[in-house]
């Protein structure tokens, strides 16, 4: 199982970003997807999560309305679209394939003026 994550970046306040994560070594489409960021100093938190076939999704309070998780199963990548960004927002983000326990190798994103 290998999770490849990528798109972070440095960004300003208000600014938007897609985080994507490449999967591969496993049906991607019959497995349930998760986001997490972890922030300095702090826990390793979940930030969103997507079923298989992307039926139902669930968001951390801090970030509903405003990052979207989605899937493409053609293309074996689960998706972050991140807007309305804030400072507080930055984390290494990783994303995760729960029922096998992987993790890939996550992503900075920096929101800072």
């Known amino acids: 199982v290998q999770l490849v994550e990528s798109g972070g970046g440095l960004v300003q306040p208000g600014g938007s970003l897609r985080l994507s994560c490449a999967a591969s070594g496993f049906t991607f489409s019959s497995a349930a997807m998760r986001w997490y960021r972890q922030a300095p100093g702090k826990e390793r938190e979940l930030v969103a999560a997507i079923t298989s076939a992307g039926g139902s999704t669930v968001y951390a309070d801090s970030v509903k309305g405003r990052f979207t998780i989605f899937r493409d199963d053609a293309k074996n990548t689960v998706y972050l679209q991140m807007n309305s960004l804030k400072p507080e927002d930055t984390a290494v983000y990783y994303c995760?394939?729960?029922?096998?326990?992987?993790w890939g190798q996550g992503t900075q994103v920096t929101v800072s003026s």
């Open positions: 995760s394939a729960p029922r096998f326990g992987s």
